[in-house]
T-cell receptor
Framework: DAGVIQSPRHEVTEMGQEVTLRCKPI?????LFWYRQTMMRGLELLIY????????DSGMPEDRFSAKMPNASFSTLKIQPSEPRDSAVYFC??????????????FGPGTRLTVL | AQSVSQHNHHVILSEAASLELGCNYS??????LFWYVQYPGQHLQLLLK??????LVKGIKGFEAEFIKSKFSFNLRKPSVQWSDTAEYFC????????????FGTGTRLTVIP
């Protein structure tokens, strides 16, 4: 099992540019989560999907952020336009929800984003 | 709203000292409980989890945690820490029959001095 795969691992971009982060969840998992981690704010849940459907996007900071999950094996988090305060490590995680029970999440290696 | 509290923000210990990190949650229903560890520069990894049964849960690397329902607590313990345990530790809660997301605490940074 390859685990959760994220790309790119590092991204450096200039303010105003569009940034797209990618995630491939563990095969068979039906829930996918996007988190952001910074020194100031810690670990924040941005959005999560169950069976490819966005369930809760209340953590998405602004309209500049959008996330999609076109199929069970792929998700993107897009920032357009990017700003320096978006600099953070973005983690993707997946889990397998069994019945009504929340389960452990498996985290990807993260994408370290730097916006200059 | 559900919340998870980790009162220790930064703990500094010498090697071989015993460790206990506090975690309290606020939710009156049935919960699943987790401890994750994040080593420097790495992603979060599961240390241990509690769903039901024996409230004393053993995890990897000699860690254990005890679920005390009456205190809404799930404290993490290790009898003798090592330098390699230096990391950030996150407590998390998910609600049975609820949405599938985890509610994370703010984390506790552990520094072990050789």
């Amino acid at each position: 099992d390859a685990g959760v795969i994220q790309s790119p691992r590092h991204e450096v971009t200039e303010m105003g540019q569009e940034v797209t982060l990618r995630c491939k969840p563990i095969s068979g998992h039906n829930s996918l989560f996007w988190y952001r981690q910074t020194m100031m704010r810690g670990l924040e849940l941005l959005i999560y999907f169950n069976n490819n459907v966005p369930i809760d996007d209340s953590g998405m900071p602004e309209d500049r952020f959008s996330a999609k999950m076109p199929n069970a094996s792929f998700s993107t988090l897009k920032i357009q336009p990017s700003e320096p305060r978006d600099s953070a490590v973005y983690f993707c995680a997946s889990s397998h929800r069994v019945g009504g029970r929340g389960n452990e999440q498996f985290f990807g290696p993260g994408t370290r984003l730097t916006v200059l | 709203a559900q919340s998870v509290s980790q009162h220790n923000h930064h703990v500094i210990l010498s090697e071989a000292a015993s460790l206990e990190l506090g975690c309290n949650y606020s939710y009156g229903g049935t919960v699943n409980l987790f401890w994750y560890v994040q080593y420097p520069g790495q992603h979060l990894q599961l240390l241990l989890k509690y769903f039901s049964g024996d409230p004393l849960v053993k995890g990897i690397k000699g860690f254990e945690a005890e679920f005390i329902k009456s205190k809404f607590s799930f404290n993490l313990r290790k009898p003798s820490v090592q330098w390699s345990d230096t990391a950030e530790y996150f407590c998390a809660v998910t609600i049975q029959t609820g949405a599938n997301n985890l509610f994370f605490g703010t984390g506790t940074r552990l520094t072990v001095i050789p």
